[in-house]
């Protein structure tokens, strides 16, 4: 199954433009693609309670695994429109693993910010991430 990056991309940045990052001034879109052919989007949502802001990356595995998904992730974009440079932060990290071990892949993320687009595996991301 592959998944085509600048359409993956393309959805991870129509998403940021729905962020509601008042605080920050932060938008964050992120894209899954699944080995089914499906695709999902989210972005970040933030409180004035600071530190309960949401990661787009978060919202995005909290909808796929509402939505029924158990694995099958072959893809992660984000998209960064407000930075030069993009990756996920260290929790969104392992939420995202825990999705990701549960049929053993190692997902394919793509990063845009305004100075480019970098690619990574989540295993380089989140070397020895822990699992159940
Ligand atoms: N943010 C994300 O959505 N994903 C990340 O991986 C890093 C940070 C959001 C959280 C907050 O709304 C804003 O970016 C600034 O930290």
Redesign the pocket.
């Known amino acids: 199954m592959s998944v085509d990056k600048q359409s993956l991309l393309s959805a991870a940045r129509a998403a940021a433009e729905q962020?509601y990052?008042p605080?920050?001034q932060?938008r964050?879109g992120?894209a899954l693609a699944f080995a089914d052919g499906s695709m999902l989007t989210a972005?970040?949502?933030?409180n004035a309670s600071y530190g309960l802001?949401?990661?787009?990356?978060?919202i995005a595995v909290a909808k796929a695994m509402t939505d029924g998904k158990r694995g099958g992730l072959v893809a992660i974009a984000?998209s960064g429109p407000d930075v030069d440079l993009?990756?996920?932060?260290g929790r969104?990290r392992q939420v995202l693993l825990e999705l990701a071990a549960l049929d053993g892949s190692d997902p394919v993320v793509w990063g845009e910010g305004s100075a480019g687009i970098r690619e990574w595996r989540l295993s380089q991301l989140l070397p020895d991430g822990f699992t159940a």
């Open positions: 962020a990052a605080y920050s932060f964050v992120a972005a970040n949502v933030e802001s949401l990661c787009a990356e978060t984000l993009i990756s996920p932060c969104c």
